[in-house]
């Protein structure tokens, strides 16, 4: 960023020949300049000539705000607007949801790559023949075709096709982005490709989150889900990067070439992902360690998790199935150790305790438990079955502080027992100021069950599988759609919601009783929550605050490993192709633009060395875009992993 | 024969040779549907993104040559017919497998 007199400093660069052009809102990209560090050079920022040339360097939001969002009344079956829509989608929030917790989950929604139509799917004069035939292409096909089935096919082709169909006629975003101030002008991007314009990342990571020294200037390690079973690695001094082969323990583990997948505009027929592991998320442990939440095998679980084994998470809820597990790579010996569970894993975090417990989500909430692995045990003993555990999410709805009988999540209140909330979480976290873990339950637009989204608090006790309980708080009214979930050292906890905030919840800010039959639903406590808008309008035709944009995840930078405050929340933005942080209460947007489509999944801070100020600290992302050839640059197009600073000034180096 | 095996006897061919008696292993035709991915967008009992397979059989249920030309849909993809979804190929069927396909959804109550 330039500073207010436009002067600007690209800091710590190697020695290369670099080419160097002016990008901003209002503005036309400059013409590229080659220079080397050490020299300087003077740019003529060009004005754009109208505001269809100015538009294009906004964020998706500010495009994709422009889709229609069925009105209140279309979701009452029988209605007119209710035509062609699913008969499950029964309220507009669920339908915002799965726009943002599903479509843009994996898609830089309004990116240039998603409002243009490549001319394979032009073909056919009706346009909505056209995103039938986009949403079946590649091997996400069968994914993209459920998600269509929960919104009503017919319905949500229409609504795109339509959006689309506007904005090759000439229609322009209605609201324009601010250019950054204060803060925003000092942020730092850095970048490298990695993996392969064919492969995606889900999440990277750099140290351990509960002691970012760790790893000091070491390798950078990605998650390739479903693309490929090559895990990405970047040596940020060296410059180099490589991969590493993550294994399978069972040769019949399923494969992304297994997929049914349609013809690409980018790719043709060609099956660019060829993935068995799955590797969803990563965390490194203090000896740095990294563990994955990876399949290692077919779906169906061996018998020590099902009915009849004598585990004791089994004999409370036996599974059936898993459809990830773990694995933890030992930098030190380049070995590999595959960890069989039964609950299905998805992020993973350490807890604070002696056991170094690894706690796990599962993603969607149809298993109804929560996991673990005591990662001590299991090192020294590499006893799969004995070292995890899992529990059902049961709420003490008689109030009598304890766990006893339950009824099931779809049964009336009984006073004599507790009920048990058929939830896992996708985000999850232990608390880092007691022994509590939290976690984050999805929406009915992700989830596709008749409940809302919910903030889960887990008390172990002292055998969490028949000990635990949990308390469920539901966003305040007006609000939905919770994904991704941290917590400070201070013990506030945040969530990025799909209505379009960033929330904080304090639990200690609770008036009312916290069990008890009152709680059942998680409507207690809306004085603990506190919103922050994220930046960007609404949808054009949605009346409800909020905003358009939306965040994947929400991080917080319990040590100041960025430069903006201990604790600060970091919300991967990627409807505005940003990151979002909150501080001291106020929200600042730092905007990624080049190349445009930026969109990450997960933050992490790193500490290289404290004493040389922003120089030696940072954050490290990557693209968790599914179609990096959707964003600038096309097929060519590489993931990236970002290393984000802060300057004290535009002009430091 | 599996328990959950039932015989489908086939509509008269076009023909006029016998009918054909032609044996669906509902339950193994069931799992190849889900492993081809055939039930992301289809169900038996009711519409999703593609019609509900009771309806494709009821639609073709009178039709002798049905078994031959959906088998045909089923590989090279096909629409027009219910709404304006198409249905892309299937390249990840093999014939065998599409006319097992079809021998089961044809077979829907």
């Known amino acids: ?653 | 024969m599996p328990r959950n095996s039932l015989r489908l006897h086939a509509a008269a061919l076009a023909s006029g040779f016998a009918a054909a008696v032609v044996s669906v292993d509902a339950g193994a035709s069931e799992s190849l549907a889900r492993d081809r991915g055939c039930l992301s967008c289809h169900a038996v009992q009711t519409k999703v993104v593609g019609p509900a397979y009771k309806d494709v059989a009821a639609k073709y249920a009178d039709q002798p040559d049905a078994e031959d030309r959906l088998v045909q849909k089923v590989l090279k993809g096909g629409g027009g017919n219910w709404g304006f979804i198409p249905m892309p190929p299937n390249t990840n069927v093999s014939d065998e497998e599409a006319r097992t396909l079809v021998r089961w959804i044809l077979s829907s109550p």
């Open chain 1, 1 to 653: 960023m330039t500073d207010d007199q436009g002067r600007f400093v690209v800091p710590q660069l190697p020695a290369a020949n670099y080419q160097v052009w002016a990008r901003g809102y209002g503005l036309v990209d400059s013409a590229r300049s080659t220079t080397r560090p050490g020299h300087q050079i003077r740019l003529q920022a060009i004005t754009a000539s109208d505001e269809k040339a100015a538009a294009r360097f906004y964020p998706g939001m500010y495009w994709y705000a422009l889709l229609d969002i069925p009105k209140t009344e279309d979701f009452v079956a029988g209605s007119p607007g209710n035509q062609g829509m699913a008969a499950t989608m029964k309220l507009q929030s669920a339908w915002v949801d799965t726009v943002k917790n599903m479509c843009q989950s994996c898609h830089a929604l309004g990116s240039e790559g998603m409002r243009n139509v490549p001319a394979l799917f032009r073909k056919n004069a009706d346009s909505r023949v056209g995103w039938a035939m986009r949403t079946q292409a590649g091997q996400a096909q069968p994914y993209m075709a459920v998600v269509l089935g929960s919104m009503g096919p017919e319905k949500a082709l229409t609504l795109f096709a339509d959006w689309t169909d506007r904005i090759a006629t000439g229609e322009l975003p209605f609201d324009k982005p601010s250019r950054p101030v204060g803060v925003e002008r000092n942020v730092v991007f850095t970048m490298w490709d990695w993996a392969s314009p064919k492969h995606y990342q889900h999440d990277a990571i750099s140290t351990d989150k509960r002691a970012p020294t760790l790893n000091a200037n070491g390798l950078i390690y990605g998650s390739p889900e479903e693309s490929t079973d090559l895990v990405p690695t970047l040596d940020p001094i060296r410059n180099v990067a490589a991969t590493i082969t993550h294994p399978f323990r069972d040769p019949k583990t399923p494969s992304s070439l297994d997929l049914a997948h349609g013809e690409s505009a980018y790719w043709g027929m060609e099956q660019i992902w060829d993935g068995h592991t799955s590797i969803h998320n990563l965390i490194m442990d203090e000896t740095k360690k990294v563990w994955f939440s990876a399949r290692i095998r077919p779906e169906a679980n061996p018998d020590f998790c099902k009915k009849g084994s004598s585990h004791p998470s089994a004999q409370v809820v036996p599974l059936a199935t898993s459809v990830r597990q773990l694995s933890v790579y030992d930098p030190a010996t380049k070995k590999w150790d595959l960890i069989n569970t039964c609950f299905t894993t998805h992020h993973v975090y350490f807890g604070h305790d002696a056991d170094n417990t690894l706690w796990s989500s599962s993603g969607g909430p149809q298993s109804g438990v929560v996991g673990w692995l005591n990662t001590k045990k299991y090192l020294e003993t590499h006893d799969e079955e004995g070292s995890q555990g899992w529990t059902p999410l049961i709420i003490d709805t008689n109030g009598n502080g304890k766990r006893d009988a339950y009824v099931e999540a779809n049964q009336p209140l009984d006073p004599t027992k507790d009920k048990r909330v058929m939830a896992a979480f996708y985000g999850i976290m232990p608390n880092p100021v007691d022994d509590t873990i939290w976690g984050q339950a999805m929406d009915r637009g992700f989830s596709r069950v008749d409940q809302p989204g919910y903030l889960i608090r887990v008390s172990p006790g002292s055998d969490p599988a028949n000990t635990a309980l949990v308390e469920i708080y539901q966003p305040p009214e007006g609000t939905f759609g919770p994904r991704g979930l941290d917590i400070g050292l201070d013990g506030k906890v945040w969530t990025a919601l799909s209505s379009g905030q960033v929330a904080s919840f304090d639990r200690s800010l609770c008036k009312g009783p916290l069990n008890g039959p009152t709680t059942a639903e998680g409507k207690q406590c809306p004085e603990g929550w506190k919103l922050y808008p994220l930046p960007g309008p609404q949808f054009k035709n949605l009346k409800e605050p909020g905003s358009a944009n939306h965040a994947y995840y929400v991080w917080v930078d319990r040590f100041n490993t960025f430069g903006l405050g201990a604790n600060v929340p970091i919300a991967s933005a990627n409807g505005g192709e940003a990151l979002v942080a909150i501080v001291n209460e106020k929200v600042v947007n730092l905007r990624m633009p080049y190349p445009l489509g930026f969109f990450t999944k997960n933050v992490d801070g790193r500490i290289d060395d404290p004493r040389t100020g922003w120089k030696g600290r940072g954050l490290w992302t990557t693209s968790g875009n599914r179609t990096t050839f959707h964003n600038e640059g096309g097929v060519d197009n590489y993931p990236k992993v970002y290393k984000v600073q802060m300057r004290p000034d535009p002009l430091a180096f």
